[in-house]
């Protein structure tokens, strides 16, 4: 018997709706790359983000704490305050929050499991004391405030890390 020649099967078209990225080509969940969902690739990069403010303003907080401890007429005296604290006892409160706030800052960006809480109840206390410290510094404690804001949600928002641990 002899044996026909047989020709080579082109490759299927692609579907004419879908082009390239048809069904079989889609991935059946979310990309492990870029978040669990809409907006939480956003919200695991303002996690980042907060992790990088948590050291910056931890570090400003330092030396704020160093400043109010050095010397005690940095800060301008106020009348009768409710939470009117000695400027040095101030320096102490910035300087201890600050060491406190860059270690979690610094964990937050090494991806730890504990620094999401600790750094949401850290910086709670960061926004609380910058309240407190109001009237001596107005200006920067109200960009504090605003950061330790942003923060607290940045850390709060994403659901990434907890869908993994599910």
Known sequence: MSETPTTPTPP???DAGHGVWSDKHRSAGPDPTRGDGAGSGWASGGTVFAGVLMMVSGILGILNGIAGIAKDDVYARIGNYTYAFNLTTWGWIHLIIGII???TGYFILTD???ARGVGIAITSLYVIA???FLPYEPIWSVIAIGIGVFVIWALA???SHQADRA
């Open 12 to 14: 299927p078209e692609p």
């Open 101 to 103: 706030v860059t270690i």
């Open 112 to 114: 730890s499991g504990w």
């Open 130 to 132: 910058y309240f407190m």
């Open 157 to 159: 928002s994403n659901s």
